[in-house]
């Protein structure tokens, strides 16, 4: 079975596959439509083309919800605007991260804690009902960390007008392969519960 996805950012990418790999079948492989950089735009854009697609294949969907009202909202006017009418097909899993794809890595508190350097005493309890902008919240946190690497990794320069280090997304992306617990995570988040559960459902 190959499970296709489409996803906003090299992150995003990592998740989806750690997600695609750990949950699906075993044998399941995985393939990325469009690229990443287009951020949600392009899903937007395209989601009808992944609609279609879901009619024969498994179509796995990741965009966050930013700054929108709430993800029933979200999901209702892209399918408005693309001309789908609900119910969707069983394949197409339209995952929607409450708020960016970090505050799923920020639900495994342990595993980020650890790799950031820092007390898990200093991560909010609740990333998804209490913080509104998981990227900034993770770099805030960096900042703090005792580690030189990945304050210099994940966090701009004093001078920069970057909201993030120059290796932020290689250095996150190694986080989700090797270190982040998604199961002990989708304790902690609900919109990550949701995608693991629909992945965990498919069947070839």
């Known amino acids: 079975m190959i499970v296709y996805y489409c996803i906003e950012d090299e992150i995003s990418r990592a998740v989806a596959r750690r997600l695609i790999n750990e949950y699906c079948p075993f044998g399941t492989s995985s393939q ?71 505050s799923w890595l920020l639900a495994d508190t342990s595993g980020i804690a650890s790799f950031l350097g820092v007390s898990t005493a200093r991560l909010a309890p609740n990333i998804e009902a209490s913080i509104s902008n998981s990227k900034e919240y993770l770099v805030n ?26 290796n932020y997304n290689y250095r996150l992306s190694q986080f989700v392969c090797n270190e982040w617990n998604p199961q002990t995570a989708a304790t902690n988040s609900l919109s990550l519960r949701r995608a693991i559960d629909k992945l965990s459902s498919l069947r070839p």
């Open 32 to 102: 990325e439509l469009g690229k990443a950089h287009g951020g949600f735009g392009y899903i937007k854009k395209n989601l009808q083309k992944f609609y279609d697609l879901a009619q024969r294949c498994p179509v796995l969907i990741v965009t966050d919800l930013d700054r929108a009202a709430c993800a029933p909202s979200l999901r209702n006017n892209w399918l408005r605007a693309a001309g789908i009418v609900e119910p969707l097909p069983d394949k197409m899993l339209f995952c929607i991260v409450q708020t960016e794809i970090e």
């Open 141 to 166: 946190l960096a900042k703090q960390s005792s580690n030189a690497d990945i304050r210099n990794d994940l966090t701009p320069g004093r001078t920069s007008e970057a909201s993030t280090g120059m």
